[in-house]
C-alpha cells in the first residue's frame, strides 16, 4: 500500500533512521520542507537516497521571514533543486508574530511570486490570519496548487478558500487522533479530490509524545478510514493521485 505525507521535515531526522524508514516494506512518498540552508543540505542528503519519493521543498517560515531567504529559493527553484515552495505563509498566533505579520505577508507574497514563475506547487502555514490568504488568493490561485499543511480551520472557511482558490488541497494530521470536530468535518465532507493527509513530522505532537515519527502517517490514514468509513487501499489510491497531480 502506498502512503502519501504531504508534509513533514525530513532534515531533523537522522540519515540512517530515514533511510530505514524509506527501505521498509510499504511505499512512502513524502513532501519535505526546509527553511534554512542547513536544513535543506541535510534534507537533500536524506532524498538522494530516494529522489523519486521524496518531493524537496523550501521556504521562508513566517516563524523567522526573511527577504534574503528568497534569493536562495529563486535559486534553488532556477537549478530544479526544489519542486515546490514553501512552507510559507503568515501566522498571527501570538502577539509577537502579529507584531511582524507586515514583513510576514510582504515575505510570503515573495514567495508566492517565485512559485508562479516557475509552476510550482505552494505548500502553506497559516494561523489566525486568513485574511492574508484571501489577500493573496488572485496569486495563489495561478500556481500549480496550494496545499494547506496542517489544516486547523472549520468546513466554512474551508469552502471560501475553495471557492477563491479552486486549486487547494486540505492537509490534515494528527489532530484526527485527536478527533477534532473541525478536522473530522472536513475531511468527512469536503471532496476528496481537495484532501491532503500528512504528519509535520517530527513535529504535531499528540499529548505525551516527545515527537512524531515519519511512520505515523500510516496511523492517520487510519484515523482517517474510520472517520469516513472508506477502506484504506480505497484511501491509499485517492492520495496518491492528489499527490501526483500536486508534486509529480
Known amino acids: 500500500m502506498v502512503f502519501c505525507d504531504f508534509h513533514a521535515?525530513?532534515?531533523?531526522?537522522?540519515?540512517?533512521?530515514?533511510?530505514?524508514?524509506?527501505?521498509?516494506d510499504s511505499q512512502f512518498y513524502v513532501c519535505s520542507c526546509a527553511s534554512t540552508q542547513e536544513e535543506f543540505q541535510l534534507q537533500n542528503r536524506i532524498a538522494s537516497h530516494f529522489p523519486g519519493n521524496v518531493i524537496q521543498s523550501f521556504g521562508s517560515h513566517p516563524f523567522s521571514p526573511c527577504e534574503e531567504d528568497v534569493g536562495m529559493l529563486e535559486f534553488l527553484a532556477?537549478?530544479?533543486?526544489?519542486?515546490?515552495?514553501?512552507?510559507?505563509?503568515?501566522?498571527?498566533?501570538?502577539?509577537?508574530l502579529r507584531g511582524n505579520l507586515e514583513l510576514q505577508e510582504k515575505v510570503f507574497r515573495m514567495q508566492?511570486?517565485?512559485?508562479?514563475?516557475?509552476?510550482?506547487?505552494?505548500?502553506?502555514?497559516?494561523?489566525?490570519?486568513?485574511?492574508?490568504i484571501f489577500r493573496n488568493s488572485s496569486v495563489l490561485s495561478k500556481c500549480k496548487c496550494v496545499v494547506f499543511h496542517g489544516f486547523?480551520?472549520?468546513?466554512?472557511?474551508?469552502?471560501?478558500?475553495?471557492?477563491?482558490?479552486?486549486?487547494?488541497?486540505?492537509?490534515?494530521?494528527?489532530?484526527?487522533?485527536?478527533?477534532?470536530?473541525?478536522?473530522?468535518?472536513?475531511?468527512?465532507?469536503?471532496p476528496f479530490s481537495n484532501i491532503a493527509l500528512e504528519t509535520d513530522a517530527?513535529?504535531?505532537?499528540?499529548?505525551?509524545?516527545?515527537?512524531?515519527?515519519?511512520?505515523?502517517?500510516?496511523?492517520v490514514y487510519e484515523s482517517c478510514a474510520t472517520a469516513t468509513g472508506i477502506p484504506m487501499?480505497?484511501?491509499?489510491?485517492?492520495?496518491?493521485?492528489?499527490?501526483?497531480?500536486c508534486f509529480f
Request: net charge positive; with cysteine; glycine share 4%.
Open 152 to 190: 486547523s480551520f472549520g468546513l466554512r472557511e474551508a469552502g471560501e478558500i475553495l471557492r477563491r482558490i479552486p486549486n487547494s488541497y486540505f492537509s490534515l494530521g494528527k489532530n484526527l487522533l485527536k478527533k477534532s470536530p473541525k478536522s473530522l468535518e472536513c475531511i468527512c465532507s469536503l
Open 233 to 245: 487501499d480505497e484511501i491509499s489510491e485517492m492520495l496518491f493521485s492528489n499527490f501526483k497531480k
Open 202 to 219: 517530527p513535529f504535531m505532537t499528540l499529548k505525551n509524545e516527545s515527537r512524531t515519527e515519519l511512520s505515523d502517517i500510516k496511523l
Open 78 to 96: 532556477q537549478s530544479k533543486k526544489i519542486f515546490c515552495v514553501g512552507e510559507c505563509g503568515c501566522d498571527a498566533f501570538t502577539p509577537e
Open 9 to 24: 521535515h525530513l532534515s531533523f531526522f537522522d540519515e540512517k533512521h530515514a533511510v530505514s524508514f524509506f527501505s521498509s
Open 112 to 132: 508566492l511570486d517565485v512559485a508562479v514563475k516557475y509552476g510550482l506547487p505552494v505548500v502553506i502555514h497559516n494561523r489566525k490570519s486568513l485574511e492574508t
